[in-house]
């Protein structure tokens, strides 16, 4: 059993920076694909970025390439997800998950964290 908690969340000016962090606990964390994903209000939940056990592959949603960089730690049990030129698009509620695959859907995560919001005022 995967336990994920993330942190970082916030309220950030639009063309802002953060850096969320999930920290997993009670598993071997290199065994796990990592994937962050989001959810705005009145929205169904969507992908953000994907990794690899070993990190050496990485998957980002057109909507993020080129502003959001996932990254991870595997001695740390850590998964980061780097967001610079933020946009108000981006609020939401942003969730890490651990599962078989770096998937872009929500099918192949078996773990999910609770969620930090991100707030991108204009």
């Known amino acids: 059993q995967v336990h994920l908690v993330e942190s970082g969340g916030g309220l950030v000016p639009a063309r802002g920076s953060l850096r969320l962090s999930c920290a997993a606990s009670g598993g071997i964390f290199s065994n796990y694909a990592m994937g962050w994903f989001r959810q705005a209000p009145g929205k169904e939940r969507e992908f953000v970025a994907a990794?690899?056990?070993?990190?050496?592959?990485?998957n980002y949603a057109d909507s993020v390439k080129g502003r959001f960089t996932i990254s991870r730690d595997n001695a740390k049990s850590t998964v980061w997800l780097q967001m610079v030129s933020l946009k108000p698009e981006d609020t939401a509620v942003y969730y890490c998950?651990?599962?078989?695959?770096?998937?872009?859907?929500?099918?192949?995560?078996?773990?999910w964290g609770q969620g930090t919001q991100v707030t991108v005022s204009s």
């Open positions: 990794i690899s056990r070993s990190g050496g592959s990485t």
């Open positions: 998950a651990a599962g078989i695959w770096p998937a872009t859907v929500q099918g192949p995560y078996n773990y």
